[in-house]
């Protein structure tokens, strides 16, 4: 057994899976002060190495940085783990995972070790920790095969990926009138309805009374932007009577692809400077 790589692959899986000490060793058995020990050069007894790998998910022999070359189970272990997470800490978890997926796509080898022996790319807390708020790191891998995009921090954390389209024509273009989209949401009154309307509980109903009152428009706007909202499939309605009079209710239906439109469209107005990777080795055209 190598203690020292031992130690360095445990404090390393640790930072990668975002989990402290105090964590790993409840789940272990043991106590903190054993897991520091372990970190620092101390040796776990045999019978808990495979309780440690299950924690990390990872098989024995990654945890003395030995290569494996059967991942039969790989998926199995993956699902497992991110099942087994804490829910507050699953989608921090899945961005981690992204992120080793995004560096096994680059070209180039990234093992490189600093001084103090993180990688050189680092994790993502790493980038949370060394990064401000106002700043904002990316990256990016484009391939003949498809290509990738990557928010890694601080102020907008995502991630794409997307394998070369068979047929462009068909997947992007066919039945969609991109003009008359762009040209709605091009409505300042629009733009600022659907901004208002995902910043408020989708479950509480509303007339076209809310946009005049809020939006500080008159009613027949209102109705036009409630009309354009229902074109898109972005409302529910129901009828109720209410002083002898039938009123038109209206629930909104939030949908992600909204904010994955601002974060893509805000990377056309203000393009993206600052790279942790950017593999550019494409040569097809993206639109084929």
């Not at 000490?21 to 019978?47: H, I, R």
């Not at 497992?80 to 997926?101: G, M, R």
């Not at 990234?110 to 103090?116: I, M, W, Y």
């Not at 989708?202 to 909202?229: C, P």
């Amino acid at each position: 057994m190598n203690i020292e790589i031992f130690g360095k692959q445990i404090a390393q899986l640790r930072r990668k899976k975002s989990v402290t000490q105090e964590e790993l060793a409840k789940y272990v058995g043991v106590s903190t002060q054993a897991v520091s020990k372990w970190e620092n050069g101390g040796a776990p007894d045999v019978e808990i190495l495979p309780k440690i790998a299950d924690f990390f998910a990872v098989p024995i022999d990654e945890l003395f940085n030995r290569s494996i070359t059967d991942y039969t189970d790989l998926q199995a272990s993956l699902i497992k783990k991110i099942q087994e997470t804490a829910p507050e800490q699953q989608f921090k978890t899945v961005l981690n995972y992204c992120w080793d997926i995004e560096r096994a796509l680059y070209t180039f080898s990234s093992n490189f070790l600093l001084e103090n022996g993180h990688f050189e790319d680092g994790s993502i807390e790493d980038y949370e920790n060394k990064l401000s708020q106002q700043e904002q790191r990316y990256s990016s891998i484009l391939s003949d095969y498809g290509f990738t995009r990557m928010g890694i921090a601080n102020q907008l954390q995502y991630f794409l990926i997307v394998p070369e389209m068979q047929d462009t024509n068909i997947a992007l273009f066919e039945g969609v009138d991109y003009l008359t989209f762009f040209k709605d949401f091009s409505d300042k009154d629009v733009f600022d309805a659907c901004i208002f309307l995902h910043k408020r509980e989708s479950n509480k109903g509303f007339t076209d009374n809310l946009f005049v009152k809020n939006l500080k428009i008159e009613t027949d706007k209102a109705k036009q932007i409630i009309d354009v909202l229902e074109k898109y499939k972005l409302l529910a309605k129901t009828q109720i009577e209410m002083d002898d009079e039938i009123q038109t209710i209206y629930y909104f239906k939030p949908t992600p692809s909204f904010i994955a439109f601002l974060i893509f469209a805000k990377e056309m107005i203000k393009k993206p400077g600052h790279f942790s990777y950017y593999s550019e080795c494409r040569e097809k055209p993206y639109l084929q």
